[in-house]
């Protein structure tokens, strides 16, 4: 059974959104470590951390991630905002750090005014002063796929590959691949020869080895639409077949999966919950023929091995209409 889990609010502290994903039938967390809308945050006591750490022991969610900021732009040409974006990445690192999560996920950023190539070389030079400042901290950043809105890097699987070409610590890099933002930046996965092809780009450029994390989203707006818009997962563009696809996908098996699906009740049944009882029917009621599963064995055999060993795990993004994470 895959890793299945979501994005819970931290409202009241860390720990609750362990206990939140707990009640939620979650196997794994992501969460802000701090308002996502603020630059400043009050900072983590020593005691916040320990009932982290204790919450996940209790419970046994496993895979806590973290999603940055939205305000941070590590893709800016301004020069102001570009420094405090890096600045900003530090302190969420350090919290990660604190918190004994071994991800921060963030979005490459948007160049803005400049060019792809100039936002992109912004990024790398981000990435390595944050480097160089957490140098010792067992936390990396984790890049994730993005939809392409405006001006948006990450789009592209080539735009990933650029920036883990350029780090000079590529091995404090990996991917979390969001579904949703995947789809509308042109990637179709609905047919299963669809989703092997975007899966081998996505191998060709990134390497598979290299995500750490999905994002589970259906997407409100259709294939190419470059808008990232969540839908409930099988009540979007994509539909079911995306996430039947993913979920049998044996390579990755171990890696840890978030819903940032729209929060609420529905029927008086939490969204959370439900769209968990989606995904998980979908493992155990396999619609393609034996002989369409044989494929996969073959193609873990062919996957280069990790570079790094498997970590914990991941973010997520607000209901509809909201920027997504
Ligand atoms: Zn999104
Ligand atoms: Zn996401």
Redesign the pocket.
Known sequence: MPILGAHMSIAGGCRRAVERAEAAGCDCVQLFTKNNNQWKAKEIAPDEAAEFQAALAQTGISHPIAHDSYLINLASPDRRLWKKSVDAMVVELLRAGQLGIPYV?THPGAFTTSSESRGLRRVIAALDEIYAQVCGIPVDCLL?TTAGQGTSLGWRFEHLAAILDGVKEPERLGV?F?T??VFAAGYPLGTRSEYRATLRAFEAAVGLGRIKAF?L?DSLRPLGSRVDRHAHIGRGAMGLEPFRHLLGDCRFRNVPMYL?TPKGTEDGVDCDVRNLAVLRGLVLKPSRPPAAQAELPQRRRSRPPPREPERDGP???EGRGRR??
Do not use: K, L, W
Request: net charge negative.
């Open positions: 996920i994730e979390c969001d949703c933002h994002h989203n940032e973010p997520r993004t997504s994470v």
